[in-house]
């Protein structure tokens, strides 16, 4: 067999046969052999559709609140087809200028001979070397194959290699990219020369790797890794699903034959329905999306063939190259200026919306949120005795799992004796470690570059001290001394350090133990004593259990030492943690209950231990602690102390607000050099227990009733637009006042560099 073109043909045909069967691929002409092309790919783009839905109506119904909503993605799946048929005349079109252009390279390098199989494959090579290289000028692409290496450069042995040869790496990743597709198409040509059993085997090939890139794309690691392993699952599925349509109809000699017997005025019959259902799902596709938010969160969220199709017809319409759309909802309210765009910061009083929600701020609106939540600011008592604090940072504990919380397993007996204060809606301003803890430590909602509680503490005549148990707390040494003795420890001896040496404190002053335990993170470790299964669910309790048992054993110590009559005791997390909710096993990703509510529980000797429902934030830890010993907390704060509440006292604290911010970053490359955007997410949450999710790069809004609904399941943004609107409202004015008031030198990405907490690149 030899090579023609993007054909396959006997090696021992006669030359005017081989001519032949060129000038017929050049008969074909441009239009009629892309269109081919096209043709293949809207109906593997339907394909892949298909099973889309049929994945989402049969194993996840979760997705959708009515047949409506069914009908509604059904019919946006026109949309996939249309991109489908359009990546696919642009990939007929690349074939064509690409097998004319072997072609003629072959018979060149022949010099006039009839080019033979080696000429064919070295001409292919050639210019497939050719293509390779001005795929690797596209900027977009460019990206996604550096994207690749960067997350290959994470494994050690690969790391040295591919950090000194990422440009000749890349080039060489296209060009196998470009061999594999022409392979695949090259062989579907073939394949009405190969016996049926070959055909059947190879057709029963893609439809498994379809399949199996399909699971991955769909079930692993959803919502991270979008710009790598999961665009790669897309275009590979796209590669296959192509074959696969064209193959089934080459080696279908039944297919063809009973089209070709079909009447013309059959034949127009059935265009005229495929065009008419095409053109009506188009239509309602177009007016639909920008407005029904459930359906647009189940595309991105849920979906993964009509999340790509719409991201690629938003990028195709991005009129001023600025990352989004002002069509199809992309969010973009004036998409002939590049400044103006959802990524934009904010500029107050410059008569422009520049971050498209919330309207142009103003140096008063600004200061006017400020105001709102420095106006609970009161004095502090004169006559605070000055306790000794012990606060315990246990990382990644979403209190839904706290037997504290209710939760139906005793996870934390321990903290539930304890006499203290337990606020049942504490929410933090971030999922991910190295933007929550600045936050919660300078209370602010950005890394404001003031002085942490700790600090002030320690203006104030407290000996303060971190154990920092098995991670190292470099990044954040500057806000108070390291117990070097815990330094690598694990929990059982960080406790007992941390006993050994606040019994051995200085009588002269109160102290402040801040006591970091990373036991619930991941990776989980299965504890004997404290099993409950073999589920991650499972494991991540017996995680929680053990932390409580050395956590009591602190307790028992404070008992016996008459430290719980002169020591306050802090209990929270710094976010929570998803356990396969919405098909997520991990945190720093979303902003749903079980990523962002967390344990909040103070202990204060003497005060009547309460339940609290009211909606605070871990920002007002600073303020709260700083006010229950009588210390004045910085002027700068934002949040507000929780003692009044503590105390049985009224009043209503401003709502609550978070950001998240996804990267994926290489920790080898400066941050000039990394290739992908940030997914950024903003939330609000008012007293009455409404809240407000905005996905910025999708410009998605979703709004649950967390009284009613705590599982948020049912967005309600469409449903109630009044409520929805002033929502929006709080949110966007947030978001200006973020972007507007953080300081040029703020950098929340300065506590997730070094590889992680303990320097072993561990995930925030």
């Keep these: 067999m030899s090579v023609t073109g993007t054909g396959v043909v006997p090696i021992d045909q006669p030359k005017d046969r081989i001519d032949q069967s060129s000038r017929t691929e050049k008969n074909e002409g441009l239009l009629g052999y892309v269109g081919s092309f096209a043709m293949a790919g809207g109906c593997a783009f339907l394909l892949l559709g298909l099973i889309e839905l049929l994945d989402l109506n049969l194993l996840s119904p979760d997705v959708f609140e009515s047949a409506s909503e069914r009908l509604g993605l059904s019919a946006y799946a026109s949309m996939s087809v249309l991109v489908g048929a359009v990546v696919g005349f642009v990939v007929g079109f690349v074939f064509y200028v690409g097998s004319l252009s072997s072609l003629r390279l072959a018979r060149a390098l022949a010099r006039g001979r009839e080019p033979g199989l080696l000429m064919r494959l070295a001409a292919w090579f050639g210019i497939s070397a050719v293509a390779a290289f001005l795929l690797n000028q596209i900027p977009s692409v460019n990206r996604y194959v550096i994207g690749q290496i960067r997350e290959a450069e994470k494994y050690a042995s690969l790391r040295e290699f591919l950090l000194n040869h990422e440009r000749s790496t890349s080039y060489l990743i296209l060009m196998v990219m470009v061999l594999a597709c022409s392979a695949l198409w090259l062989i579907t040509r073939a394949l009405p020369r190969l016996h049926w059993m070959i055909r059947c085997a190879w057709l029963a090939a893609l439809a498994v790797l379809m399949s199996v890139f399909y699971f991955i794309d769909s079930r692993v690691e959803v919502q991270l890794y979008e710009y790598t392993l999961h665009r790669t699952m897309y275009l590979s599925n796209t590669a296959l699903a192509m074959a696969f349509v064209a193959g089934l109809y080459h080696s279908s000699e039944g297919v063809r034959s009973f089209w070709a017997r079909a009447s013309s005025p059959r034949k127009n019959a059935f265009a005229l329905i495929a065009a008419a259902l095409f053109l009506a799902g188009f239509a309602y596709t177009v007016y639909n999306f920008g407005s029904d938010n459930n359906l647009r969160n189940a595309t991105f969220y849920r979906s993964t063939q009509a999340k790509q199709s719409f991201k690629l017809a938003w990028w195709a319409l991005d009129f001023d190259r600025d990352g989004y759309s002002a069509l199809l909802g992309g969010g973009d309210s004036d998409d002939f200026s590049r400044g103006i765009n959802p990524d934009q910061l904010e500029v107050p009083g410059d008569g422009s919306d520049n971050n498209s929600i919330g309207g142009d701020v103003t140096a008063s609106d600004v200061e006017g949120w400020l105001a709102e939540h420095r106006s609970l600011r009161r004095p502090p008592a004169g006559a605070a005795r000055r306790y000794n604090i012990v606060y315990f940072f246990v990382d990644t504990v979403r209190a839904d799992h706290l037997s504290a919380y209710g939760y139906h397993r005793k996870t934390s007996p321990n903290i539930d004796r304890l006499p203290a204060t337990v606020f049942e809606n504490a929410f933090s301003p971030s999922p991910r470690t190295s933007e929550a803890v600045p936050k919660f430590m300078q209370s602010s909602y950005w890394d404001a570059r003031i002085e942490s509680w700790p600090q002030v503490l320690k203006r104030n005549g407290y000996n303060t001290m971190l154990f920092p148990g098995r991670r190292s707390w470099d990044r ?51 504890h004997d004593d404290f099993y409950y299964g073999e589920t991650t669910a499972d494991v991540y309790d017996g995680e929680l259990a053990y932390t409580d048992y050395h956590l009591g054993r602190f307790f028992d110590w404070m008992e016996q030492s008459q430290r719980m009559k002169d020591t306050i005791v802090v209990i929270m997390s710094d976010h929570g943690e998803s356990l396969g909710e919405r098909g997520v096993f991990r945190h720093s990703t979303q902003l749903y209950n079980e990523q962002v509510r ?107 009733d967390l009284n009613g609904d705590p599982a948020e399941s049912r967005n309600l943004f469409d449903k109630m637009p009044e409520k929805a609107e002033n929502l929006k409202q709080l949110l966007g004015r947030f978001v200006d006042v973020v972007t507007a008031s953080r300081p040029p030198e703020a950098d929340e990405g300065r506590y997730s560099k070094a590889g992680g907490i303990d320097g072993d690149k561990v995930e925030d």
Excluded at 486 to 494: D, P, R, V
Excluded at 511 to 525: G, K, L, T
């Design 598 to 704: 967390v344990p909040m529980i103070v202990y204060v000797p003497g005060m009547e231990p309460r339940r609290v429902a009211d909606y605070v934030s871990t920002v007002d830890l600073g303020s709260t602690i700083l006010d229950l010993v009588g210390i004045d907390y910085p002027k700068e704060y934002l949040g507000v102390s929780l003692a009044p509440l503590m105390r049985g006292e009224q009043f209503t604290r401003p709502p609550i607000y978070g950001e998240q911010t996804l990267e994926e970053y290489s920790p080898y490359v400066r941050l000039d050099q990394q290739v992908h955007p940030l997914s950024k997410k903003y939330m609000v949450i008012t007293q009455d227990g409404f809240k407000l999710i905005f996905n910025r790069n999708f410009y998605s809004f979703e709004m649950y």
């Design 476 to 526: 954040y040494k500057n806000w108070m001394p390291v117990v070097r003795e815990a330094q690598g420890k694990h929990l059982e001896q960080n406790i007992d350090v941390a006993i050994r040496t606040l019994s051995n404190a200085p009588q002269d002053a109160p102290f402040c133990a801040y006591i970091y335990v990373p036991d619930p993170h991941r990776p989980y470790i299965k």
